[in-house]
C-alpha cells in the first residue's frame, strides 16, 4: 500500500526506520575506528600510502628526465650532423672556386704564352723577310755593278770606289784638281815635248803618268791602259800616296 506522507514528504515505516538506523550506527563504529588515535593501523596508513607514492614519483622523473635528455641528445646529433654537412659543403665549394681559379690561371697562361709565340713567330719572320730582301738586294748589286756616267765626274767616282777598296787615299777635289792642271780633262792627252817623251816614255791620260810608273802602281781589277781614266787615275793616285802621301798633297808636277 502507499505510504502515507506528510507536508509532501514520505513518512518512514518502522521497518524502514530500523535499517536507517543501523546503516548509521554501522557507520559511526567504522568511522570512529578509523580515527581513534593509537591505532598501529590508523598511524601506519599514511605512511604506507607515502612509501608507495615516493616510488612512483621518482620513477616518474626519471621517466621524464631520460626523455628530456634523449630529446636533447637526439637535437644535438641532429644539430652537429647539419653543420658537419654545411662544412663539407662549404668545403667542396672552396675547392670547385680554387679549381676553377687555377683552370683560369691556366688558361690565361696558356693564352699568353700562344701570343707571345706568336709574335716571336711574327717578329722572326718580318726579320726573315728583311733579311730576304736585303740579300736579293745585294744579289742584284753584285749582278749589277754599280753603274757611272761616262764622264770626268763618273771616272772620279768609279776611281774613288777602287781606291776605297784598297785603301788609297784621295779626295775628290785633290784628284779633280791634278787632273785638270795635267790634262784638262782629256783622258788621251800625252806630252810629247817633256824630257820623258825625249826618253821614250811619255806622259799619257788624265794624270799624266808615265809607262813604268804606271805598270808599278797599276791596281788589279782596272784595265791594264795608261789611256783608260778609271786606272790612269787609280794608278797615279796609288803612287802619289806612295811618295807624297796623297793625291791631296800634289800641286804641280809629280
Avoid at 628526465?65 to 634523449?70: A, E
Avoid at 690565361?108 to 726573315?128: G, I, S, T, V
Avoid at 794608278?235 to 806612295?242: G, K, L
Amino acid at each position: 500500500m502507499p505510504v502515507p506522507t506528510f507536508s509532501g514528504y514520505r513518512r518512514l515505516t518502522k521497518t524502514h526506520r530500523l535499517s536507517a538506523a543501523g546503516v548509521a550506527a554501522a557507520g559511526a563504529a567504522a568511522l570512529a575506528f578509523a580515527v581513534v588515535p593509537g591505532s598501529a593501523e590508523a598511524e601506519q596508513a599514511p605512511k604506507a600510502q607515502a612509501l608507495s607514492a615516493k616510488p612512483v614519483a621518482e620513477q616518474h622523473a626519471g621517466s621524464v628526465g631520460k626523455i628530456q635528455k634523449d630529446s636533447l641528445t637526439q637535437q644535438s646529433a641532429e644539430a652537429a650532423k647539419k653543420a658537419q654537412a654545411a662544412k663539407a659543403k662549404a668545403k667542396a665549394e672552396a675547392e670547385r672556386q680554387k679549381k676553377a681559379a687555377a683552370e683560369m690561371a691556366k688558361k690565361k697562361a696558356q693564352l699568353a704564352a700562344e701570343a707571345k709565340e706568336k709574335a716571336a713567330k711574327a717578329k722572326a719572320a718580318k726579320e726573315r723577310a728583311a733579311k730576304e730582301a736585303a740579300n736579293r738586294s745585294k744579289a742584284r748589286a753584285a749582278v749589277a755593278p754599280k753603274q757611272y756616267p761616262n764622264n770626268l765626274d763618273g771616272w772620279i767616282r768609279e776611281a774613288m770606289d777602287i781606291m776605297k777598296k784598297h785603301d788609297i787615299p784621295g779626295s775628290y777635289e785633290g784628284i779633280h784638281r791634278n787632273i785638270i792642271r795635267e790634262s784638262g780633262g782629256d783622258p788621251n792627252a800625252i806630252n810629247n815635248w817633256d824630257i820623258n817623251a825625249q826618253n821614250g816614255v811619255p806622259s799619257i791620260g788624265l794624270l799624266q803618268v808615265i809607262k813604268p810608273t804606271f805598270d808599278q802602281y797599276h791596281v788589279e781589277g782596272t784595265k791594264n791602259s795608261q789611256y783608260d781614266p778609271v786606272a790612269n787615275i787609280v794608278a797615279a793616285c796609288n803612287y802619289a800616296a806612295d811618295r807624297y802621301g796623297s793625291m791631296d798633297n800634289v800641286d804641280s808636277a809629280y
